[in-house]
């Protein structure tokens, strides 16, 4: 669906541009994000904010990679690659400093007035190592 390519390509370039700020004025004031790998479900733009904070911070080299995109003006689903090179290590995610890591899933966007609403994300460790 070309809309949701759109949609996909500004998500892709502002996530890809690690600027915080552009990233979070994506989101609703009231936006909620689950992150089941994390677990993280239906937290508030504080907890968004914190999330891709310790992202950028926390590793070097990534990157959102589009494989699929399929939806509607109103959910659009995002099936994507996110690559990184770890700087710390994280038990939660059982990767160390150094580790090259793939992770590979899918997130549910639910839109309003062209801002994120509600965000799902089911994501796995593809590759790390």
């Known amino acids: 669906m070309a809309a949701a390519a759109g949609v996909m ?5 502002t996530y890809n541009s690690l600027d915080l700020e552009a990233i979070l004025e ?3 004031d009231d936006a909620r994000f689950s992150a089941h790998l994390f677990g993280l479900v239906g937290v508030d733009k504080t907890w968004i904010r914190a999330f ?3 992202l ?5 080299n ?5 494989r699929c995109v399929t939806g509607t003006p109103d959910l659009t689903v995002w099936e994507c690659d996110v ?6 290590p994280s038990t939660a995610l059982g990767t160390v400093r150094g580790d090259k890591v793939v992770m590979r899933g899918v997130s549910l966007l639910s839109w309003r007035e062209g801002y994120i609403v509600e965000q799902k994300d089911y994501f796995h460790i593809a590759q790390k190592g």
């Open 9 to 13: 390509a500004i998500l892709e370039s």
């Open 26 to 28: 994506l989101y609703a």
């Open 52 to 54: 891709y904070s310790d």
């Open 56 to 60: 950028i911070e926390y590793n070097e």
């Open 62 to 66: 990534v990157e959102f990679v589009t």
């Open 83 to 88: 690559k990184w090179t770890a700087r710390l």
